[in-house]
């Protein structure tokens, strides 16, 4: 059995593109991690993710985290309104790096990687952040923002998997059907 250690709707939404049957589970581990630098952050609360779900239900398990990075400093979710504005104030007019690490625990044996995908978004005026703030998107993702929602509007330009940037490489798929699972 294949299970994704995940309580995001959409990383459950993106391998359900390219998977039939898996099983989702929300992970109990605990996502603070004194790593500072992104790829390694990621990876490490990717693997925490999935060995907690392994150790609870056996079989197939990915786990996986997103992190927003500017000048190699970590962004991750708003604690509030504030936050997110400071947050968005960072990212607006510059390049930012959403790194993705993931964890495929299979056989016992550990595949982990990471993916960055390079996001370039527009100026950002206050009045504009303010009224992103108040439609509530930015509140549970990493940066305080989500490219598929009403954030698409901030971005100049993207280079890599936009997949990556909602929270799911397709790196991963790539990975499953290595591992004999069967996509699409
Ligand atoms: C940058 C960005 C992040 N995000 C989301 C992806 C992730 O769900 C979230 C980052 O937080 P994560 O800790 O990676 O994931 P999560 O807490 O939502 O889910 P779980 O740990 O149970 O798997 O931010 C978007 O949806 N769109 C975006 O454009």
């Not at 049957?21 to 581990?29: I, R």
Request: charged share 30%.
């Amino acid at each position: 059995m294949l299970i994704l250690a995940s309580s995001s709707p959409r990383r459950r939404e993106i391998l359900s593109k390219f998977i039939e049957d898996f099983e989702v589970v929300p992970s109990e581990a605990e996502e603070r991690c004194s790593l500072s630098d992104p790829v390694q952050y990621a990876v490490e609360l990717a693997r925490r993710k999935a060995k907690d779900a392994h150790g609870r239900f056996g079989g197939t398990v990915i786990g996986a985290d997103t992190v927003v990075s500017i000048n190699g400093h970590i962004l991750g979710k708003p604690k509030d309104e504030e936050h997110a504005f400071r947050m968005l104030k960072m990212l607006s007019g510059r390049v930012h790096q959403v790194t993705t690490g993931y964890c495929i625990i299979h056989s016992g044996e550990e595949h982990c990687g990471s993916v960055v995908t390079e996001v370039k978004f527009r100026e950002l005026d206050d009045g504009l952040i303010r009224a992103y703030i108040r439609t509530g998107e930015p509140m549970d993702k990493a940066g305080a923002y989500g490219i598929q929602g009403k954030a698409g509007l901030f971005v100049e330009w993207i280079k890599g998997d936009y997949y990556n940037v909602v929270g799911f490489p397709l790196e991963i798929v790539w990975k499953l059907r290595e591992l004999g699972f069967k996509v699409i």
